[in-house]
């Protein structure tokens, strides 16, 4: 069986692509990284925490300087190490299992099959879990062909509990001289297809993260950093996870429906260059923004651009979900009541501007 792919680059916490997946493999084989424990970081190649905390354990282990960094001397270190390992050869597929919406598909079973020139023969099997993820390993004496030189041609095939077929593998799919670590991704011709919009993909993101604090709540200043944390911490767009914050803040006060605000300005309707909104010349929206005016904009809006903004934030851009389109009435009604408000504080505003003195 062919040995792991020798490094050529210097690794390190962040890194990602095919050698991070060649020395995980390796650290898996001398006991340091547990597949299991680690998959996420498996399945996207990523030099994650498990990573770096099997790295640092290898080189304590072998009185290296504990840096979590793979430069020359612990590379060559792992690589004698593997070749001189008695551990038993064990084979890892690992993948991720998606709906064709892209959401995960959970619990449903990954077959691993080898596969010969007239035939298949199954090496293992797993359920996909919460994320969509599977690890499945097996033997190499399991295997037909047990090359030293070449790994075997593997497939997989997705079946639901019920036993009915979700994806059977055409040639194509065919990973073949597979490695000991072997990252297999599947999406599913059949199965969940409703589109996932934006606002609840960031809501859903962020909710565990919350620790009880309101959405409404969040700040970034220079004593708290929310959106710097959840952005980072969830992968989120920090322009975006402001949007959200903005929308709550808004129904706070006026009870206006958070996905209908985050839609307005997802499709930038509220920036105003020419100086005609409430607050003037606003060429960008953060948390800073004073409700009121922004507000105000949103009630003086005309109807048709807010109906063909709410249309393509739903059917084209996927910002929001198809429900909203339902409330746009009752949002025209509550907005109505306040348009006169508005009016007043536009007039008042522009006639303060006109009267103060210039120097």
């Given at each position: 069986?062919?040995?792991?792919?020798?490094?050529?680059?210097?690794?390190?916490?962040?890194?990602?692509?095919?050698?991070?997946?060649?020395?995980?493999?390796?650290?898996?084989?001398?006991?340091?990284?547990?597949?299991?424990?680690?998959?996420?970081?498996?399945?996207?190649?990523?030099?994650?925490?498990?990573?770096?905390?099997?790295?640092?354990?290898?080189?304590?282990?072998?009185?290296?300087?504990?840096?979590?960094?793979?430069?020359?001397?612990?590379?060559?270190?792992?690589?004698?190490?593997?070749?001189?390992?008695?551990?038993?050869?064990?084979?890892?597929?690992?993948?991720?299992?998606?709906?064709?919406?892209?959401?995960?598909?959970?619990?449903?079973?990954?077959?691993?099959?080898?596969?010969?020139?007239?035939?298949?023969?199954?090496?293992?099997?797993?359920?996909?879990?919460?994320?969509?993820?599977?690890?499945?390993?097996?033997?190499?004496?399991?295997?037909?062909?047990?090359?030293?030189?070449?790994?075997?041609?593997?497939?997989?095939?997705?079946?639901?509990?019920?036993?009915?077929?979700?994806?059977?593998?055409?040639?194509?799919?065919?990973?073949?001289?597979?490695?000991?670590?072997?990252?297999?991704?599947?999406?599913?011709?059949?199965?969940?297809?409703?589109?996932?919009?934006?606002?609840?993909?960031?809501?859903?993101?962020?909710?565990?993260?919350?620790?009880?604090?309101?959405?409404?709540?969040?700040?970034?200043?220079?004593?708290?950093?929310?959106?710097?944390?959840?952005?980072?911490?969830?992968?989120?767009?920090?322009?975006?996870?402001?949007?959200?914050?903005?929308?709550?803040?808004?129904?706070?006060?006026?009870?206006?429906?958070?996905?209908?605000?985050?839609?307005?300005?997802?499709?930038?309707?509220?920036?105003?260059?020419?100086?005609?909104?409430?607050?003037?010349?606003?060429?960008?929206?953060?948390?800073?923004?004073?409700?009121?005016?922004?507000?105000?904009?949103?009630?003086?809006?005309?109807?048709a651009i807010v109906q063909s903004t709410i249309q393509k934030a739903v059917n084209s851009d996927h910002f929001v979900s198809n429900a909203l389109l339902a409330s746009l009435p009752s949002i025209t009604r509550l907005l109505s009541g306040y348009v006169e408000e508005a009016n007043k504080y536009i007039s008042d505003e522009r006639s303060t501007a006109l009267t103060v003195?210039?120097?």
């Amino acid at each position: 069986m062919s040995t792991l792919k020798q490094l050529t680059d210097i690794l390190s916490l962040g890194a990602q692509g095919p050698e991070v997946t060649s020395l995980q493999a390796e650290l898996i084989i001398l006991g340091v990284l547990d597949a299991e424990s680690a998959l996420s970081e498996l399945i996207s190649a990523t030099f994650g925490d498990k990573t770096n905390d099997a790295v640092r354990l290898f080189q304590a282990n072998k009185k290296l300087p504990v840096t979590g960094v793979v430069e020359n001397v612990t590379e060559n270190t792992i690589q004698r190490s593997v070749a001189g390992s008695k551990a038993r050869k064990v084979f890892w597929v690992v993948g991720l299992v998606s709906n064709p919406n892209g959401k995960p598909a959970v619990d449903v079973d990954v077959h691993v099959f080898e596969k010969e020139l007239r035939g298949k023969h199954l090496r293992g099997q797993a359920a996909t879990d919460r994320n969509g993820d599977y690890l499945v390993c097996f033997d190499v004496s399991s295997l037909c062909r047990q090359s030293g030189t070449t790994g075997p041609a593997l497939v997989v095939r997705v079946t639901g509990k019920d036993g009915g077929l979700h994806f059977e593998p055409a040639l194509s799919d065919t990973v073949f001289n597979a490695a000991r670590l072997t990252i297999i991704n599947i999406t599913l011709a059949t199965g969940d297809t409703a589109v996932q919009d934006e606002y609840d993909k960031i809501t859903s993101a962020i909710q565990p993260l919350l620790c009880g604090v309101k959405i409404s709540n969040l700040r970034e200043d220079s004593t708290v950093q929310d959106i710097t944390y959840l952005s980072n911490e969830a992968n989120l767009n920090p322009t975006n996870l402001q949007y959200l914050v903005i929308s709550h803040r808004l129904f706070d006060k006026y009870t206006l429906p958070p996905q209908f605000t985050y839609a307005l300005l997802r499709e930038d309707v509220l920036i105003s260059t020419d100086g005609t909104s409430a607050a003037g010349i606003r060429t960008s929206v953060g948390l800073s923004i004073p409700l009121q005016p922004l507000f105000y904009d949103i009630v003086l809006l005309p109807s048709a651009i807010v109906q063909s903004t709410i249309q393509k934030a739903v059917n084209s851009d996927h910002f929001v979900s198809n429900a909203l389109l339902a409330s746009l009435p009752s949002i025209t009604r509550l907005l109505s009541g306040y348009v006169e408000e508005a009016n007043k504080y536009i007039s008042d505003e522009r006639s303060t501007a006109l009267t103060v003195p210039r120097n």
